[in-house]
């Protein structure tokens, strides 16, 4: 486990960081409230908050479980908390004054919380510290990009397991069932982390024939039918047949960071316009990722891709069917799998040395079925690196 | 899927109730805004906002993607919305004036859209309506009850699968993964839902040995080693081995409705402080049961099981090690795992018919091991039916 832990000199950039963001917003102080930013900062995910003055040593406070703290984190200040309540005289006790200007993550804490931190810290401005951490976690260090490769390495294996287990007739929901279990077997956590609100990211995005072409209430070109109306995207009970396109959109995430990656599979041979299509997507895939570099602009990307689709004659399926079309050919991920950069529409901001994106250009052909191909790369110096190794050629079984 | 969705008459019983509880507080409305709410009072989790007032017909209003919503959900007035700016326009349009005092679920809404929200509606009272709909939610009806009976089934086949896969030297995650792949076949949504900020549930609590003794930060007896301080809880990489206590706290979602469920095996002959143990934990929660019915206060249930497990001598071990014990024996669960009734210290109010609650008493030996049972139950008329036939007896393989 010793190595699992998040070390030193990580959290100590990452803390010296935000506390220079926060100087230059003239804030006082920033408390870190959500189990993934703590997780950043501290490198535990126990029940704890983690308090970083402007000036003075950073505080976690812990509920519950100290001694595991201590052992996860390189925070060497570590005091216990029965109560929120208790929280400014804590904070008065050493720091000698509560802050004038504290930014919490209003993006994620519920309402409830936010009502009782205000009457907690009367007098105290609350701002919004949400666009500040994403904006710092969006660049990734050689560590983390590191955990995301061995996440791409666990993936490499999962598609392998592929044409060793399909089989005519079983659904798509027992498929996933198989992966899952290899995944985990590796070490996926076997539980994606998204930011938004309502929204819950999972593996098992596994799509065959129609079920491609079925939309869902999620911003991606295809949602599948899922198991239920309670959980109505991804795999379902359908049975997969013969010639079908297969795409596994397939998430891994190990030790918390995670990647994105979708292959195409099919029973027998594939009709051709789906084998057509499916070459299409890679090549917007190379012309995508052949641009991308420091300095261009995220949106320029994605216009590149929609230029590739339009010239292959792909506008109608490219990114979903024509009234449904994504608003991003690209995701940021790390922690998160809606992080920053967005390859989108209105996402004007260039790309940078160490942001980590999955792009999935994808192809959909209602009631008939969807192609794809997805890959998760960190931006390089020069260009883009590859961190899902996954063979990429369409495998007939 | 037709049978999937959720029947009209459900849907009107679920509507009438909040609208009657509405009504008592004198507010004019709620606006449902988290998905699993949304779920329940609508039959779909699409991205939509369900609007019910006092008086008038309630609306869907449609983010993404409206085909869909009809045909999930029993509600009939669905409407498009493009953007939350538009909905008091849409609400003066269809009803005649904005609400004076609007319900939203405070407890989960994340205080940037609460904020926002508040910008919209503004001149509306928004109050807090989670409490509201939480105790409609705790009691459920013979159609859920039955959703949790399926629920209950398929845990029944993941636990027969126990003696057939397990081998000395196997990682926990590695049973784990193999039990999710079973359970998924069999219709296990792989994704069971808690309403707390900062929680995630995972079915794969598989504690071998010493794991059991592991604290972290949930509020439960043991949390395991996890697979990393990323997922600091359940399955870790540790082989299992013989003669040791192999705990599995297995949940299950089917359509939904989540069951949650602990069994004990072993490789080998478990040692007798153990199986002592174990059958302690049996004992206590047959006492339970025989005290559990309607009009019994959750708190009595919750000082009975303390009581047995004092008088069979585990005061040290049950419900954790000594300073961490946790302040609940059971908890309610149904389309959450952290639902009313709660068995707990201070929940001084009565059990009645519906409520469906865990019970898990259980018992922790620091460093050594965890043994326990869990079963779900559904509070009928005269007692409680338990929902979970799995086999009760350790499993010795």
Redesign the interface.
Known sequence: ?EK???PAEEIEKRVHTLRSEVAKREWDAVLI???VDL?YFS??????LLFVPLDGEETLMV???R??VQR?SAIARVIPLNSWNDMPALIVEHYGRTPQKMG?E??????????RLQEIFAGVEIV?S?SLIKAIRKIKSTYEIGLMKQAGEIGKIVFEEVPRVLKEGM?E??L???L??????H?N???LRMRA??A?A?S?HVLSGYTGGV???I?APM?G????????VG?S?KPIKAHEPILIDFGI?????QIDETRMFSMGELPKRFKDAYRATREIEAAMTAAARPGVSCHDIYRMGWEVARRLGYEEHFMGPPD?KTRFIGHGIG?EIDEYPFIAQNHDYPLEEGMTFALEPKMVFPEEGAVGIENTFVTSEEGVEQLTPAEETLIEV
Chains 1, 2 share one sequence.
């Open positions: 486990m699992q832990y998040v409230v959500q189990n997780f490198g535990t995910m126990q029940n704890a509920k519950k479980y001694e595991r996860e919490i209003l993006d994620v804490i519920p309402a409830k919380d936010y009502i919004d949400s659904t929901i027992e996933a069932g198989i899952v279990a290899v995944s985990m077997r070490g956590q076997n539980y609100f309502n819950y999972y098992w939309l869902s209430y911003d949602g039918m899922g198991l239920s109306p309670a959980f109505p795999a009970h995430c190990y030790n918390g960071y449904y922690l």
